[in-house]
């Protein structure tokens, strides 16, 4: 298993650009979430999803949307980018099922808005 | 709501001692908690977690953490750390009350993370 893929790695985009980062699992997993992470503020969640379909507002949804129309994919759009989003981006994915289960992260994709 | 504290920023250990990176957290119902280890330039590993049972929880590289309802804490530990646990720790809880349909039960809410230093 690859387990939880992300790309690009690195992105940098001037403000006002639009983007898609991308993130893939191959585990089955039905719940799927993105995060930011910001120095001395942890994670912070953007977007989560319980399955296909089915999408849901974090804690810091604000110039983010995002979609799932497969198990697999997640992908995360930036509609105009502002130098704010700045920052590591996290893709995770654990099983729904059960609240018990850890999540498993993707390697991260650093954006810079410049 | 649920949350999770870290109350160091920073902690530094030498080679051969013991180590305490420390977590505290507040839940609705019974908690579901979670350490995260990650690595410079990586993402999130899971260590180990707490759902119910003993109150001492083994994990992954010899990591441990005691679960203490009372204090609503949840301490990592390691007898001996190693300059390879050098790293960024994150405690992480979930809410096991049931709080009706949809996502929100499976929501995570992490520290901020503590930077543990291991000198050799």
């Known amino acids: 298993n690859a387990g939880v893929t992300q790309t690009p790695k690195f992105q940098v985009l001037k403000t006002g650009q639009s983007m898609t980062l991308q993130c893939a699992q191959d585990m089955n997993h039905e719940y799927m979430s993105w995060y930011r992470q910001d120095p001395g503020m942890g994670l912070r969640l953007i977007h989560y999803?319980?399955?296909?379909?089915?999408?849901d507002q974090g804690e810091v949804p604000n110039g983010y949307n995002v979609s799932r129309s497969t198990t697999e994919d997640f992908p995360l759009r930036l509609l105009s980018a502002a130098p704010s989003q700045t920052s590591v981006y996290f893709c995770a994915s654990s099983f729904g099922q059960g609240r018990s289960y850890e999540q498993y992260f993707g390697p991260g994709t650093r954006l810079t808005v410049t | 709501a649920q949350s999770v504290a870290q109350p160091e920023d920073q902690v530094n250990v030498a080679e051969g001692n013991p180590l305490t990176v420390k977590c505290t957290y507040s839940v609705s119902g019974n908690p579901y908690l979670f350490w995260y280890v990650q690595y410079p330039n990586r993402g999130l590993q899971f260590l180990l977690k707490?759902?119910?049972?003993?109150?001492l929880v083994k994990g992954s590289y010899g990591f441990e953490a005691e679960f203490n309802k009372s204090q609503t804490s949840f301490h990592l530990k390691k007898p001996s750390a190693l300059v390879s646990d050098s790293a960024l720790y994150f405690c992480?809880?979930?809410?096991?009350?049931?709080?009706?349909?949809?996502?929100?039960?499976?929501?995570?809410?992490f520290g901020k993370g503590t930077l543990l230093t291991v000198n050799p």
């Open positions: 992480a809880v979930r809410d096991g009350m049931y709080s009706g349909s949809g996502g929100s039960n499976y929501k995570l809410t």
């Open positions: 707490y759902i119910t049972g003993d109150n």
């Open positions: 999803s319980v399955g296909a379909g089915i999408t």
